[in-house]
Each structure stands twice: as structure tokens, then as C-alpha cells.
């Protein structure tokens, strides 16, 4: 088991253009030992190219990487005892569900007094014992992803277990079983988990703590929590929560922040440079208050445990959540900002802020 | 995939079982009705009834052809298919010379067989072709009008040339197939380049290894145009395969009661093999 | 195997499928003389007079004609009733197809041999000895079983949703079936198309059984020529490298979908 160390890695594919795309600009990242972590971000943004890197299957452009505090950069996949499970479940057609688990072991030459107690140990955690002595290639889909695991799990000394969006072609009652199989497995092996994925609810419920990714970087760390209230980047206020969180164009005078033709009360702690100043507030943090700013309501839609409203003030659409048991105003709505939940962004990024007195 | 019971898609059948039903079954019927007559000229038949079958069996001229057949088909089986494996599995899997080879390695399938038998021919003369030359250079003495050793290599040779670009088809279309993350799965798990032979390429080759075979052992087992426009299946009969004697009987000699029990006897042999491969596919297939 | 010394087995492949190639065109250059002659690797005396004498003897070029036109005849055919048929295969269950499936494979193994002297007598007696048509017909024996086996492969590739998607929208049968499921298929039909034009392009038995005069295919013309006038051999080589030009066009227009068509649809 292993600290991971992330120096600087870039990423860029080869292409026929002069011009080079990096799939991945400079990323430095930390992944502690026994931690389980989501790499999470939409189709596209460098999740996998990432996640390869760490196996070894790519090799970065530029920049190291560090397992505790041997330089790996330069290390084969097998070498450096990683875990992967891919989108589609990889089995060995040929062989019975034992010698595919037996498989990693075989090739790292064990002998075969260690290599039976272990598999069985591993095929009872993941329920495989009876189907030991079958055909791989017979097995579902979610009975092929679990032997996908159990081929991580079985070496004892692996450093990280990637998951590369694993549950991809499982079937939806399977998914949540899985997860949580995942999950509990985590609590009892203990080994460094990093769970591939660009749906939220996932990568929510899987992890400690979330990466979240956005065209080749990494935008925002932490928990979930953290995500969601203090969101470091547009991308993340939009991509995780729903409905994502109100974005509003917004400029400054004198007392602060205006935004939708009122000043709001929020001063931008050290005014800086940059072009685009925009206000970020999840809808759960908008309410009804009279005193607040009239709007529009478009249109309610109600989820049973809560109400989605959208209204519309100064040209401007916002989304907020309401509880089922209040009711929406019906003359002059009016609504206000949680201030302690209201950001300022600065070209995407949050700036500090604080509320005036 | 569970199919739907519809007697009425016969109607789309039909049109293929007629017109090769009519070129199949008219000539077989043919076939068959010389095999059991004896004429003496004047298009006057009599009753023979197996006699030329019997004869057939027999005759040591059959089994030599047979044998020299078989010998033939499992030569070329044994070359071709492993050398069409090994070129599939070194050539690039992308990039501009990938179309190049392809076209390039097809080439020899698209040529008449007649022509494919002459450019061997000139090719392997040992006076004017430039293997001959090349080969008498190194010192060996080679003639493949004269020596039948020569007249093998040289058939196996050209053989092998003609098609085993075909097995390399096949294994290359089968090998593109294979996901990536088969690659990667094998590399995380440590396996070694033999490894991923065995368990992961030659597994999911197996359907169009199949197909490979199948298809060389039938084309093989026919052939008639190469070895007769190189050899005339010389010297002597040593190049003579089933093929060409049955041709040289029907044709030749005019021999049509034994011409055509052999040719019976023949398709039996073709078939029966066949048979045992197709149920071997399709029970393989069953388990998977 | 080293990444370095991979590239050089399908590179000595190559050089040795081309030698032979070479050695014919090369070959197709020369003179009679120098051929029979001394011994060179290229030709000394560089002439066009074998080209020219096939360009201008309607014996020679009306060959290439008559080959081509039956070759065309008979890809269309075996095609357009492998098609319906594959689909029927690929589709349904009915009375006997297993059978028939079989059978009509077993036509791809018959040795052409076997079958070559019947055809004289059938074609002789329908009327239809030394056209095209017969020798198209004739190549349907091996091309259509082919052909069926090869499309049904690619249809069961199929999901049958789409049938299911298409009736639902709306469409009737043969509508489905030309504006939808024939293009889904399109790169297994270039695929048929290509072995039947490959395996009646390169047949010489029944071709040359089935006709004398006006549908003599080029193949059989050359044999006369190796025949009959002696051994004309740059004569015969340059119409031998003729006939590599159809089929290396052939294989130019499918290229890229050799990769994935020869897998015959399903792996």
C-alpha cells in the first residue's frame, strides 16, 4: 500500500496538428494511503487518461509520479502493483471463474499452496464460491465485473485499485448492490480506492472525498460537503447538485455586489483582476422573503419530497428549492440569498468575499 | 439470439435454393447416373450398379491421388496457418501502413489461378525464372519440371504464397477486434506476451481461425488450376492431386463411369470433413 | 518479441509476395528474345509490343471483356438473393433451415471438377453453352452459399430492435428492409460482394468449360496461347498483369473496410 504523489503531470495525446491539446494540464495531487477517493467530471475531461497514468498504461508527457517516495514515472504497469476494473467487465473467456482469479497470482509465479487459500478467501468475499469452477465467459455482466475486482483483490500487495466507471453496463438494481459491496469491501481490505466515474450520485455515496475534474484539471478537492457548499469553481456548483446552482452575471459599485438590480450585501474581500465577476448560489440557499427581490415564477415542479421553483428576475433565470410543506407566494414573490452560501466568482473561480456590515 | 418460427421466410429462400438447386442438383443427378452405368459408345447405358465405385476404391491410382491429397492439404494447413497468425500478429494496428499492407498482402488473392500457376511458372524455370536462378545460384540443384521433390516445394511454395494472405485477413480483422482493455487487463494482471496469446488472442480468434480453415482446407482440397498450369502435375504423377486425375480420367480419357464414381467419392471426403468441422464450430459455440 | 523487429516479418512477407509479382511484370517488358536468352533482373530492352498486341487483338482484349461482364453478372445475382435469404436466416426459424443451411454450404465444398463436365451437358442442352449468362450462372454455385453465409454472419450482428423499432414506426417490410437494413449492413455486403468478385474473377475450370467462342474469358485465352504458339512467354506475362489490375482496383475501394469486414461480422 502506497501514498500516490501526482508532480506535474501533463498529458498530451500525439496528433497529426502542429498544435499540441493537452488532455491533461498540470496536475499535482495527493492520494493518501487507504483513502477512498471519486475522480469525478463529465465525458472527456481526463478522467481516464488520468486514472491510466496512475496504472502505468499511459506514460505523462511531462511531470513524475510518486508511490510513497519511489518515482514510479518510469515503472511498468505490473511493476507497480496497481488494480484496474474498466468500463466493460474483462475476463478471461477460456479459463473458470478460479483460474481467472488465480490468473495475477500464476503470472507473479506463487506457488499453488498460496495461491488456493487466497482465491477462495477473495470468491467468498465477493460471493463467487459457487460459480468457482465455471466458465468465465457464462457468467452476467455484474458476475464478470466482480471477477474483475477479485483479480485486484486477490494480490495482497497492491497499492491502489483504480475503478475506471465500473458500473457502466450493470443493471441499475444491480448498481446500488455493487456499490455498497464496494464500499463495505473498502472498509475491510483498506486499500487505496479511485473510483472513476461522471455520475454524482456515485461518486457521492462511494467516497471520502471527491475530485472533481473539468477539461484536463483538477477544479476542486473535498468532501462531499465541501462540494457542495463551498463549490471552488462554477463547474462544480453546475455539475454536482440538482438542479445545479444559479450562476447571474453581477458587477460592483461603491456598496459591493449588484446582482439582478439590487446590491446584495457581499463586498469582494481583494477586488481583482479579471473579466467576468459572477454571483454562485445553490437553489437550496435561495428562499422566499419579502423583503427581498420581486420576481417572476415560471413554473414549479414538484419531486414529492421538495418543490423545484424556477422564477425569473431582471431577465435572469434562477432555480430554487422550496420544502414541500411551504407554499409559493402568490402576490409579489419575493426572494433573498443565504449570504453565507452566496459566492463570488472571478472568470469561474471563487474569489473571496465577505458581507458588508 | 432466440429466433421467431416463421414458415413464410422460406419465401425468401427460394430464390437461392432454386437457382442453386439447379446448379447443384441437375449435375449431381448427372454424376450419379454415370456412376452406376457402363456405356460402349453410341450413348448406350447398362446397369452397372457400385461396380465403379468398388473399382474406384480400389484402384491404386485413387489412393495415390488421395494420399498425395491429403499430404498436400496438410502441408499448406500446417504453414500457412501459424505464418498467417505470426504476420497478423506483427503487423501495425494503426497508421498510414496499415492500408498499405492490407492491399498490398491481398493482392495475390485477386489474381486469376491460371495466371497465379504461369507466374509461378516463369517465376521458378530454372533458366529463366529468377527463383530458379537464384536457388541454382546458392548451389543446389533445382528443377522443379524433373525433380518431385523440387515440383512439391515448388507447389507448397506457391501455395503458400497465394493464400496465405487470406489466414492473415482474417486473424488481422479478428485481432482488431479485441477491446483494449483486454490489453490493459493483462498488463496490470502481469501476464506475459505468451500469455496474452493463448488467453486472450487465440480465445477470441477462434471464430475466424475457424472460418481460415474451413476455408483453406475446402479451397485446397479442390485445387486444380495452380498445380496444372505449373507442374501438369508432374514429373510423372507426382503433382497429380485429386483434382486434376479426375479431370484427366473424365475428360481425358473419357472414363465417365469411373470419373464419376470418383468424383462422388470424392465430394464425400470434402464433405465429411467439412461436417465434423461444422458441428465442432457449432458446439463450441453452444458453450459460449 | 522487440518493437523494433516486429516490423520486419510483414515486410519480408511483402518483398516475398511481390518477388513473384514483380518477376511477371518485369517479365511483360521484355522481348521473347531476351527472355529465352540471357538471364537479367530487369528488362535490357524495354518494349511495349506485348501490351500492344493484346490492345489490338479483339482475341486478347475481348478476353478481359467477356471475364468482366460475367463477373459483374454474377456478383449482382449471388448478392441480391443472398440477401433476403441471409435476412431469412438470420431472422426466422423455419421447417428444415438448418438443414438447408448446411446444404447449401455443402455446394461451396464441391470440387469444381466433380462438376465440370455435367455443366457442359446441362448448359449445352439448355442453349446456353458460350454465353456470359452461363458461366455467371455457374459461378453461383459457389457464390451464393458464400455469399449467404458471409451476409448472415454480419445480420445476426443486428440487434433485432431495429426490426422491432422500424414496424413500430411504421414501415412496412421491403421498405424497412432497402431504407434501413441494407445500408446497417452496407460494409457486409461490400464484403459478399468482394469474395464473390474475387472467387468468380479468378475461377478458370468452369469458365472455361462453358464457353468456346464468344465468352471466352481471358484465363482461358492465355492457356491457348501457352498451348497452341508455343511459349510467347512475354505475351502471356503481360496479360497476366492484366488481370492483376481489376482485382488490385478491387481491393484499392475496399480497403478500409477490409479490417473489420473480414471478420465476417461477428468474432
Known amino acids: 500500500m502506497a501514498k500516490i504523489t501526482l508532480e506535474g503531470i501533463r498529458h498530451s495525446y500525439p496528433s497529426d496538428g502542429r ?28 478522467k481516464t487518461t488520468l486514472l491510466n497514468i496512475i496504472s502505468g498504461l499511459l506514460k505523462p508527457t511531462r511531470g513524475n509520479i510518486l508511490f510513497n517516495t519511489d ?108 456499490r455498497s459491496k464496494l464500499k463495505q469491501l473498502h472498509q475491510q481490505v483498506g486499500t487505496t480506492m ?52 444559479n450562476v447571474l452575471p453581477c458587477n460592483t459599485d461603491e456598496n459591493g455586489v449588484r446582482c439582478l438590480g439590487v446590491s446584495l450585501g457581499l463586498i469582494e474581500k481583494q477586488p481583482g483582476k479579471g473579466n467576468q465577476l459572477e454571483v454562485g448560489v445553490r437553489p437550496e440557499f435561495v428562499f422566499f422573503d419579502e423583503l427581498g427581490i420581486p420576481v417572476r415564477v415560471n413554473k414549479v415542479d414538484d419531486l414529492g419530497r421538495y418543490q423545484v421553483v424556477e422564477v425569473e428576475a431582471d431577465g435572469q433565470i434562477l432555480k430554487m428549492v422550496v420544502p414541500e410543506s411551504e407554499s409559493i407566494p402568490s402576490e409579489n414573490p419575493c426572494i433573498s440569498f443565504d449570504l453565507d452560501f452566496t459566492k463570488l466568482y472571478r472568470d469561474g473561480w471563487m474569489v473571496d468575499s465577505e458581507e458588508t456590515a | ?23 447443384a442438383l441437375i449435375p449431381l443427378m448427372t454424376v450419379v447416373n454415370y456412376s452406376v452405368q457402363e456405356t460402349f459408345g453410341n450413348n448406350q447405358f447398362f446397369w452397372h450398379g457400385v461396380g465403379w465405385f468398388e473399382q474406384v476404391l480400389k484402384s ?73 536462378k537464384m536457388i541454382n545460384g546458392l548451389g543446389i540443384d533445382y528443377n522443379f519440371t524433373q525433380q518431385p521433390v523440387a515440383a512439391w516445394v515448388t507447389t507448397v511454395l506457391m501455395d503458400v504464397w497465394h493464400w496465405t494472405s487470406l489466414v492473415v485477413l482474417l486473424t488481422y480483422a479478428g485481432l482488431c477486434s479485441i477491446p483494449d482493455a483486454y490489453y490493459q487487463a493483462a498488463r496490470i494482471d502481469g501476464a506475459s506476451g505468451w500469455a496474452v496469446f493463448r488467453f486472450i488472442q487465440l480465445p477470441k480468434l477462434n471464430r475466424v481461425l475457424t472460418i481460415a480453415i474451413l476455408l483453406r482446407f475446402m479451397d485446397s482440397f479442390m485445387i486444380y488450376t495452380e498445380p496444372f498450369v505449373l507442374t501438369g502435375g508432374g514429373p ?53 | 518479441m522487440s518493437r523494433s523487429v516486429k516490423w520486419l516479418v510483414p515486410t519480408i512477407y511483402i518483398l516475398f509476395l511481390m518477388l513473384p509479382i514483380y518477376w511477371l511484370i518485369s517479365m511483360s517488358f521484355k522481348t521473347t528474345n531476351e527472355i529465352l536468352g540471357a538471364f537479367s533482373l530487369w528488362p535490357q530492352e524495354f518494349t511495349l509490343e506485348n501490351y500492344k498486341k493484346i490492345f489490338t487483338d479483339p482475341t486478347w482484349y475481348n478476353g478481359y471483356i467477356n471475364s468482366l461482364i460475367y463477373v459483374v453478372i454474377n456478383t449482382v445475382i449471388s448478392v441480391s438473393v443472398a440477401l433476403p435469404a441471409a435476412y431469412a436466416f438470420s431472422r426466422y426459424r423455419f421447417l428444415g433451415d438448418k438443414h438447408l443451411f448446411f446444404w447449401l454450404l455443402t455446394n461451396r465444398m464441391a470440387p469444381p471438377a466433380v462438376f465440370a463436365l455435367p455443366f457442359f451437358q446441362l448448359y449445352s442442352a439448355t442453349g446456353l453453352f458460350d454465353t456470359h449468362i452461363a458461366v455467371a450462372l455457374a459461378h453461383c454455385l459457389f457464390n451464393i452459399p458464400l455469399a449467404v453465409w458471409i451476409l448472415e454472419g454480419f445480420m445476426s450482428g443486428v440487434p433485432k430492435e431495429l426490426d422491432e423499432t422500424a414496424y413500430l414506426d411504421g414501415y412496412s417490410f421491403w421498405r424497412f428492409f432497402v431504407r434501413i437494413f441494407i445500408p446497417t449492413i452496407a460494409a457486409g455486403i461490400g464484403v459478399a460482394m468482394f469474395f464473390c468478385f474475387m472467387y468468380s474473377w479468378v475461377e478458370l475450370l468452369l469458365a472455361k468449360t462453358l464457353t468456346s467462342v464468344n465468352a471466352k474469358p481471358i484465363a482461358a485465352t492465355m492457356t491457348r496461347t501457352a498451348s497452341t504458339s508455343g511459349y510467347e512467354l512475354g505475351l502471356l506475362a503481360a496479360a497476366g498483369t492484366l488481370t492483376i489490375i481489376p482485382g488490385a482496383f478491387v481491393i484499392y475501394f475496399v480497403r478500409n473496410y477490409i479490417a473489420r469486414g473480414f471478420a465476417l461480422g461477428r468474432v
Not at chain 1, 97 to 115: C, M, Q, S, W, Y
Not at chain 2, 103 to 129: R, T
Not at chain 2, 255 to 273: E, H, N, R, T, W
Open chain 1, 19 to 46: 498544435e499540441q491539446i493537452w488532455a491533461l494540464e498540470e496536475i499535482s495531487q495527493v492520494w493518501e494511503d487507504g483513502g477512498a477517493y471519486a475522480l469525478l467530471g463529465p465525458s472527456g475531461c481526463g
Open chain 2, 1 to 23: 439470439m432466440n429466433k421467431l418460427s416463421n414458415q413464410r421466410a422460406w419465401l425468401f429462400v427460394v430464390p437461392v435454393v432454386l437457382l442453386v438447386a439447379f446448379n
Open chain 1, 71 to 178: 518515482d514510479v514515472t518510469e515503472t511498468t504497469t505490473s511493476a507497480r502493483q496497481i488494480a484496474q476494473v474498466f468500463q466493460f467487465p474483462v475476463v478471461y473467456d477460456t479459463m473458470t471463474v478460479f483460474d481467472n482469479l488465480a490468473f495475477p497470482l500464476k503470472n507473479r509465479g506463487l506457488p499453488k499452496t498460496e495461491i488456493i487459500p487466497r482465491v477462495h478467501e477473495i470468491a467468498a468475499m465477493l460471493d463467487l464460491t459457487e460459480s468457482l469452477d465455471r466458465r468465465a465467459s457464462g457468467l452476467t455482466a455484474d458476475g464478470k465485473q466482480k471477477i474483475s475486482l477479485g483479480r485486484g483483490l486477490v494480490r495482497s500487495d497492491v497499492n491502489a485499485i483504480l475503478f475506471d466507471e465500473p458500473l457502466t453496463v450493470i443493471d441499475p438494481h444491480l448498481k446500488w448492490q455493487l
Open chain 2, 60 to 132: 491404386e491410382r485413387f489412393h495415390a491421388s488421395l494420399l498425395r491429397q491429403l499430404a498436400f492439404t496438410t502441408m499448406i494447413l500446417l504453414i500457412e496457418v501459424p505464418l498467417g497468425i505470426a504476420v497478423a500478429l506483427c503487423m501495425p494496428r494503426k497508421g498510414p501502413w496499415v492500408s498499405v499492407c492490407l492491399v498490398l498482402m491481398a493482392l495475390p488473392l485477386l489474381i486469376p489461378w491460371n495466371v497465379v500457376g504461369a507466374m509461378w511458372n516463369i517465376f521458378a524455370l530454372p533458366d529463366i525464372g529468377l527463383l530458379g
Open chain 1, 194 to 245: 479511485i473510483y472513476v466515474t461522471h455520475d454524482q450520485t456515485e461518486a457521492l455515496t462511494f467516497a471520502d472525498k471527491v475530485v472533481v475534474m473539468f477539461e484536463g484539471k483538477v477544479v476542486q478537492v473535498g468532501t462531499p460537503q465541501e462540494l457542495f457548499e463551498m463549490p471552488r469553481h462554477t463547474f462544480v456548483g453546475h455539475f454536482i447538485g440538482s438542479p445545479g446552482m
Open chain 2, 236 to 288: 510423372g504423377n507426382t503433382t497429380t492431386f485429386l483434382s486434376i486425375d479426375l479431370v484427366k480420367i473424365a475428360l481425358g480419357q473419357f472414363d465417365l463411369g469411373p470419373a464419376a464414381a470418383m468424383s462422388l467419392i470424392y465430394f464425400m471426403v470434402v464433405l465429411l470433413v467439412c461436417w465434423i468441422f461444422y458441428t465442432a464450430m457449432m458446439r463450441n459455440e453452444g458453450q459460449s
